[in-house]
Nanobody, 127 residues
Framework: QVQLVESGGGLVQAGGSLRLSCAAS????????MGWFRQAPGKEREFVAA????????YYLDSVKGRFTISTDNAKNTVYLQMNMLKPEDTAVYYC????????????????????WGKGTLVTVSS
């Protein structure tokens, strides 16, 4: 069983930065690929970024490439999402997630394939 708890959301002006954190419980964290989705009001949950279990491969939504960076710290059982040059269209609830598959890779996941989810953290970008 894996529990995920996000933090770091908040209100920021366009062009600003935030770093989201996701603390994971469970001894299998280091063997799981991890990622982030987001859901804006009235829209479907969409994939944002993923990182392979080894940390060697990442995958991003096209609209965040060059602005967002996903990383992990296995010693802290934590996955991060550094978000720079934020835009109003980045406003959403951001969710930490994992397919829960050992030694998984990073790719553009579908939310129906995710096994574990955090409760989300709200990011609001003002114009």
């Amino acid at each position: 069983q894996v529990q995920l708890v996000e933090s770091g959301g908040g209100l920021v002006q366009a062009g600003g930065s935030l770093r989201l954190s996701c603390a994971a419980s469970g001894r299998t964290f280091s063997s799981y690929a991890m990622g982030w989705f987001r859901q804006a009001p009235g829209k479907e949950r969409e994939f944002v970024a993923a990182i392979s279990w080894s940390g060697g491969t990442t995958y991003y939504l096209d609209s965040v490439k060059g602005r967002f960076t996903i990383s992990t710290d296995n010693a802290k059982n934590t996955v991060y999402l550094q978000m720079n040059m934020l835009k109003p269209e980045d406003t959403a609830v951001y969710y930490c997630t994992t397919p829960g598959i050992h030694y998984g890779g990073a790719e553009k996941w579908n939310y129906t394939g995710m096994r574990y989810w955090g409760k989300g953290t709200l990011v609001t970008v003002s114009s």
